[in-house]
């Protein structure tokens, strides 16, 4: 390593407080799908920031909306109206069926958001005053505040942070059964991500993701989906629900919102929308001026572009490799799954050696759970690149 990563390693480890662990690498800039570090070395960027830069690093039209953006208004309270929030509503409501939206920073406070939309909605509107109990998935990940953490209810994650918020259960993903008996005249709603990112690329089937709808709709609870990860054209489709043909009363939506600036926010239809009133919910910096005008010329893109359509085609073109090259080497890899551009290849042990070598071969990409290699690619990432990686990993599993 260079005296300069050396440096910022060092720096880091002295002012940074330890919440991350690191990859041996210090990123100095990029363009689409590649990124260089501090010493000159090129990767393939399979990662994207964890699917933010979803249109690649350092767009150039996106980068032209920032700048000239920049030189307007940066921020102004949510007190008064502007334009670029506006624009943005307009184009996110024009890809699904919903009525409203709602702007904040992240997917952790998008999901609370949309835990406290669905409480009130159920609680003010509805008059259901016990129904606050919202209903999740083992296998989830919904945030790191105190009400996420609650939600996705994994015991590592709490530790040290306990007494987390109340109001949350937890059943198998795919067991209806389960679902049908925890619901009871507290339950508010349920909430699911379509595809599990945190849990190893996880994709809940299709079947089970409309039985959760059609029991909500039976049991009048709301049914609501965290598109964080799996939402603005990642996994095949605009939103990720939409590969399952259901239509959820709220969703969250965050990371490639604004391919890169924070944002996230909520969606629903303008009936539930009806739980917030003026005071009930609010944010300072949330859909500011210059996050949303880039988070608006995102979603142009992506529409213009079709890029769920070219994420579903280099998606499948990946896994039939990689399932193609499963059979022919038996014992290599475990599992393939995934929709779209949003991929988990598992191996059959301990996977840190052969992502260690991705790594030093110039792939980034993220390891789930010490054993999936998890891929997230810019949705502009070129077949050649997709191609590299794959007869790189295909190489190393062979050595294996």
């Known amino acids: 390593m260079s005296q300069e990563f050396e440096t910022i390693r060092h720096d880091d480890e002295a002012y940074v407080m330890h919440t991350y662990g690191r990859y041996p690498v210090a990123l100095d800039h990029g363009f689409n799908a590649h990124v260089w570090d501090v010493d000159g070395k090129e990767y393939v960027d399979l990662l994207a920031g964890i699917a933010v830069t979803s249109l690649g690093h350092c767009n150039d039209e996106v980068c032209r909306t920032l700048e000239e953006q920049a030189r307007r208004l940066w921020h102004t309270s949510n007190l008064f109206y502007q334009r670029p929030q506006v624009e943005l509503a307009r184009r996110l409501l ?30 003010r509107i509805r008059g259901k005053k016990d129904a606050c109990d919202i209903i999740t998935l083992s296998g989830c990940f919904h945030g790191r505040t105190l009400g996420t953490l609650a939600a996705t209810g994994r015991d590592s994650l709490m530790d ?9 259960k937890q059943v198998p993903a795919g067991d ?13 709603a349920v909430l699911l991500e379509v595809v599990q990112g945190e849990g190893g690329v996880i994709v809940l089937d299709d079947d089970y993701v409309r039985g959760v709808e059609a029991l909500c709709r039976e049991r009048d609870v709301l049914f609501c989906c965290d598109e964080v990860q799996a939402g603005m054209c990642r996994s095949g489709r605009f939103w990720a629900f939409q590969t ?27 009936e539930v929308a009806r739980g917030f009133e003026p005071g009930s919910h609010a944010t300072t910096f949330g859909g500011s001026p210059l996050v949303a005008s880039v988070a608006a010329k995102t979603v142009e893109i992506m529409v213009r572009d079709d890029m769920a359509g070219r994420a579903r085609i280099l998606g499948e073109r990946v896994m039939d490799r990689a399932r193609t090259f499963m059979q022919a080497h038996p014992g290599c890899i475990s599992e393939v799954r995934g929709k779209g551009l949003f991929i988990g290849i598992e191996l059959p042990g301990d996977a840190k050696d052969v992502w260690s070598r991705l790594l030093e071969k110039g792939f980034i990409c993220n390891l789930c759970h010490g054993k999936t290699l998890r891929l997230l690619p810019p949705l502009t990432i070129s077949e050649a690149d997709l191609d590299a990686f794959m007869e790189t990993l295909e190489g190393l599993l062979l050595q294996n």
């Open 160 to 168: 040290g942070f306990t007494p987390v918020a109340g109001g949350f």
């Open 244 to 270: 399952c043909g259901v239509k959820p009363d709220i969703i969250s939506m965050a990371k490639a919102l604004a391919n890169g600036l924070p944002m996230g926010g909520i969606m629903a239809t303008a």
């Open 176 to 188: 209806l059964e389960a679902l049908a008996q925890a619901m009871d005249e507290k339950t508010c």
């Open 94 to 123: 024009g890809t699904a069926h919903f009525g409203r939206a709602f702007f904040c920073n992240s997917g952790a406070e998008a999901n609370e958001a949309l835990i406290k939309l669905a409480r009130r909605y159920m609680t």
